[in-house]
């Protein structure tokens, strides 16, 4: 075997890989962050109520405030009770108060009549002549109460917990970061998609691909290059992309030509923990740590790359976030037909993926090669057929992750 068809890093499988990444990746130093800035973080803290809420008993309905076990047939109104001021109204047997929603419920009043039940002439209102305690009445303490723990370290952040931190009075939180990566296509046959490739040079699909990638999950995606296959530019790009992101993705130079340069120049600058994965597609995948950044060289193929970020990165990035759950869905699905496969390695073929009769069944996309984009459009799950395996029969059942569903927060 020559040298240029010799490596020196092992092929291990997906499982070791990972247990790599899973070791240099730790979840972002937390910051606290204002209210209106928390979206999409997850929260880094347990979330304790310090008072009730509702903090005093209110009423859920406009009508009549009463006294529940008070018989009389008509009873006098005193006054009119509004939410947002506490009025010095007492009720008992023979008067009410006019309320309305969310207002405090006066002193001595026990229920609420709603106004639709009653009928007010002249100052007096006539209500049902059963009405029950605490009806149409909120008590304090009733959605949260002092002490409850509100929100869990680990949650999601969205609309209703956004609105339950403020309802508690807080005006921060404290929040795992989210990631900035730098994304960077490497090659001298890339050019601008805007731009007419000449004899040899191809458009640069990957780095706009995995940018868009790393958006759809709310982080910032900063693209660099494409960058020439020289040592001194890719050095100089890695630098600054460290320098300037929590994690970095280059795409391509990560095989066994002479110009794929960055394994060399990741050895160079910090360490290399795995060089090849015995995955399909996706073989060359490289992680490094540079400065303490994590560095994932993904191979040039756009599907390679897209489907090495789906398996590795995405999670990755998840964990730098500070989330629980890290992965897809996953779900056994039958085969509509046979695959090829050879057991050499895992491997991850584009599916849709639809239930029909009760059972989830799965159809290739066409043409698995790792340059074919279109494999990936429309797909809504990658199907792993792990190494050891051969060819999948039709009707047979696979594992399917489902790249088109969120993970759990």
Known sequence: MNAMNASRY????????????????????????????????????????????????????????????????????????????????HVQPGTAVRIMTGAPLPDGADAVVPFEQAMEREGRVRVPASVKPGAFVRPAGQDIATGDLVLAKGTLLGAPEIGLLATVGRTEALVYPQPTVAVMATGDELVPPGQTPGPGQIRDSNSYALAAAVQTLGYTARRIGPVTDTEQALRQAIQEAVAGADMVLTSGGVSMGTRDLIKPILEELGTVHFGRVAIKPGKPLTFATVQGVPVFGLPGFPVSSLVCFENFVRPALRRMAGYRQIRRPEQLVRMSHAVRHTPDRTEFQRAIVIQRDGEYWAEITGNQVSGRLLSLVGANALLTIPAGVGDVAAGESVNAIFINQPEAS
């Open 10 to 89: 092992p092929v291990i499988s997906m499982q070791e890989a990972w247990e790599q990444v899973a070791v240099a990746i730790r979840p972002l130093p937390v910051v606290t962050r204002p209210l209106d800035t928390l979206l999409g973080h997850v929260l880094a803290e347990d979330l304790v109520a310090h008072e009730n809420m509702p903090p005093f008993p209110a009423s859920a309905m406009d009508g009549y405030a009463v006294v529940a076990a008070d018989r009389a047939e008509e009873r006098v109104v005193i006054g009119e009770q509004d939410a947002g001021i506490r009025q010095p109204f």
